[in-house]
């Protein structure tokens, strides 16, 4: 969410119960009815539609974006079987790529689990760092000061200044080997797929008569057995400084992505498959200037094994495009694993290359479509990935991860039980060239640009 990103590094390590502490406090508020209504090993058949996509609900191609709120950028610190994460990935001027991230675990009755990851990669120098400590003391700023953006523990200081909204500064410390102080500055605007309280959200289960929250609150308990959303920071400035081991690195220049993700549902339930991409153009100015974001998830069988897909073309750092695709669209965007190949370690077919597309209406500067014919905006990339076809050796693997072999027993044969199979995450990390395409009034103008794409396929379920 990893994921919920979000959805994919995320859950790999969000299923593990904080064991009750008498001297621990909750955290975070808890709706009064968790929107999550699912037994922890099914539920009953539901009578009508059990999946509401989030690109059927916002389906026409002129009202995709999303302008983001308050209560959108807001810890909702959920109960029931939920799973939230903010994340933070910055690519850096050598190709390098940093990620910290925040994971907020509920399940059931048990105490939240709180988990701060760290990742460090450097294709350059084979530096390859991963951390993931359990937090102590979390807290939520309360609603009334900073919009329950900002949080504290013993582990991560993240800052949200009212006066400066568009700014995170985070302060972690994993272990004495790692540690981080880096502040993200948002250079384009915000979004989400559609406006309004049920923007970003796609509902699993027959849809809610309840009234839709006042005023800018998401519409959270909308779907009877749960929900997915994302929203996108997608084209930041990042500075700062981080240590890993001795050295001291300066990550002056970076440009980065940041993800608020949330999954109302459990994650063995709610997807068999994500996509995750993030191309960052980095050291470059004017229409070089880009990012390309995407997050796709396909859903359980149970849930109709529908395409969710949530994308956007930031060029000149601004947001040129959101795009939306998956079941029910035509065009949009995609993702499409090319010449797949059986993965002997995995028993999982794997993609030879990957190519994602982009295509959507043309923004203005104020998020809707830009006042001129032929305003369409239109990105490809492909990454190609194989070198060796018989045992499945690829460039720029960061990690494969046996998601299942990261977690306790008990959580493993209960997970292993639902799910049926053994869930892994590719993670990549690899130079590419997008092209893109830009259209306004009679003239269509393409731009080639190179950057780095860190990316991920996750295979859950068959």
């Known amino acids: ?55 059927t609900t916002f389906s026409d191609p002129n009202n995709l974006y999303g302008p983001l709120t308050k ?154 057995d749960g929900y997915c959303v994302h929203r996108f920071w997608p084209r930041c400035a990042v500075s700062g400084i981080m240590r890993v081991g001795g050295d001291v690195v300066d990550l002056a220049g970076s440009r980065g992505v940041f993800i608020h993700a949330i999954q109302g549902l459990r994650p063995n339930l709610l997807a068999a498959k994500w996509n995750f991409a993030n191309f960052q153009t980095v050291g470059k100015e004017g229409q070089d200037a880009v990012s390309l974001i995407m997050m796709e998830f396909t859903t359980t069988p149970q849930y109709g094994s529908k395409v969710v897909n949530v994308g956007c073309v930031v060029v000149g750092d601004e947001l040129v495009a959101v795009t939306a695709g998956g079941s029910g669209v035509v065009g949009g965007s995609t993702a499409t694993h090319l010449d797949p190949v059986k993965d002997a370690e995995t028993g999982y077919l794997a993609p030879s290359a990957i190519k994602y597309n982009w295509e959507g209406t043309r923004l203005g500067p104020d998020g809707k479509p830009a006042d001129e014919k032929n305003a369409k905006v239109q990105a490809v990339l492909v990454e190609d990935l194989v070198t060796d076809k018989a045992t499945y050796q690829t460039k720029g693997l960061v990690e494969k991860v046996d998601v299942l072999g990261q977690i306790p027993y008990l959580i493993r044969k209960v997970v292993n039980y639902a799910a049926g199979t053994k869930p892994y995450i590719y993670t990549w990390l690899n130079p590419v060239t997008a092209s893109i395409t830009l259209g306004s009034e009679g003239e269509t103008k393409t731009i080639d640009v190179d950057g780095y794409i860190f990316n991920e396929a996750s295979f859950i379920s068959e």
């Open 1 to 55: 969410m990893r994921r919920v990103r979000t959805a994919t590094t995320t859950t790999r390590r969000s299923l593990v119960p904080r064991p009750p502490d008498s001297s621990a406090e909750p955290t975070g508020t808890y709706p009064l009815e968790p929107p999550a209504t699912m037994s922890w090993f099914g539920s009953s058949a539901p009578a009508g539609p059990n999946i509401h996509p989030v690109q």
């Open 71 to 224: 209560e959108d950028l807001s810890w909702n610190c959920g109960g029931g079987i939920n799973t939230e994460t903010q994340v933070w990935y910055a690519t850096m001027p050598d190709g390098a790529l940093v990620m910290a991230q925040i994971i907020h675990s509920s399940i059931g009755l048990l105490w939240p689990n709180i988990q701060v990851t760290f990742r460090y990669c450097n294709p350059k120098t084979q530096k390859n760092v991963w951390k993931s400590v359990t937090v102590t003391n979390f807290k939520v700023a309360p609603s009334d000061k900073l919009d329950k953006r900002s949080c504290k523990s013993d582990q991560i200081t993240v800052t949200v200044d009212p006066s400066a909204p568009n700014k995170y500064t985070i302060e972690a410390k994993y272990d004495d080997d790692v540690q981080i102080s880096l502040v993200y500055e948002q250079l384009c605007q915000g979004f989400k797929l559609g406006p309004g309280p049920r923007g970003g959200l796609t509902y699993f289960g027959q849809l809610s008569q309840k009234p839709t929250p006042a005023g800018d609150a998401p519409a959270y308990a909308a779907g009877g």
